[in-house]
């Protein structure tokens, strides 16, 4: 794959990656249509066996997303357990804050 294949291919996926984002599809639409984009750079393409491999894993990884209990399990109660510990720190900092000022303050 040369140079100019590459750069070709990196606009595809990227200009695909910002209308899906732009439009705000669902998962399961912007997974079809990564797929499909994924499989047509397969077949035209000239892609190396590692990196086609690598992609293909990737994209087995986003298609997971799609089932409700993986992302939930997984994804989600992770991102909520680290926004709850984040947002703890926060607020009980503001807590201690605003007992030591003036009530008219905040």
Known sequence: MGLIGFIFW???F???LVVLC????????????????LLIFTIFGDPGNIFLAI????FAL?????IPEIRRNYVSS???K????V??????????????????MF
């Open 78 to 80: 992770q991102i909520l």
């Open 87 to 104: 947002m703890q720190v926060v607020f009980g900092g503001m807590e201690k804050f605003s007992a030591a000022t003036p009530i008219g």
């Open 14 to 16: 990227f200009t695909t």
């Open 62 to 66: 986003l298609v997971s997303f799609n």
């Open 10 to 12: 990196t606009l595809v």
């Open 22 to 37: 732009y439009r705000a599809v669902e998962l399961r639409t912007a997974t079809i249509a990564i797929g499909i984009v």
């Open 55 to 58: 992609y293909w894993v990737m």
């Open 82 to 85: 680290f926004y709850k510990s």
